[in-house]
């Protein structure tokens, strides 16, 4: 079983930056995608943004140009270095994993508040 561990949300003034991180322990193999997802208060978890093992990124419309996902393979590490907050980026932030035949993990979440 993975587990990931999700660090660096926090408080933040609109138009400020923030860096978030996940680890996964164990060992990934194999075809995957790791990414971030997130869930505003009453509304469902979105995409933000995700990068498949070879590279592959996807991104939400509404962070493009704003939000940069990296991988370190070696680490089990994705980033996402966001900037330009704005308060409708408010929400408690996921890390996903997804393996080819072997499903998806999540992390527990961490809280990024953009205040106006």
């Known amino acids: 079983q993975v587990q990931l561990v999700e660090s660096g949300g926090g408080l933040v003034q609109a138009g400020g930056s923030l860096r978030l991180s996940c680890s996964a322990s164990g060992i990934i193999q194999g075809t995957n995608d790791m990414g971030w997802y997130r869930q505003a208060p009453g509304k469902q978890r979105e995409l933000v943004a995700v990068m498949s093992s070879g590279g592959t990124t996807n991104y939400a419309d509404s962070v493009k140009g704003r939000f940069t996902i990296s991988r370190d393979n070696a680490k089990n590490t994705v980033l996402l270095q966001m900037n330009s907050l704005k308060p409708e980026d408010t929400a408690v932030y996921y890390c996903?994993?997804?393996?080819?035949?072997?499903?998806?993990?999540w992390g527990q979440g961490t809280q990024v508040t953009v205040s106006a």
């Open positions: 996903r994993l997804w393996r080819l035949g072997m499903g998806t993990s």
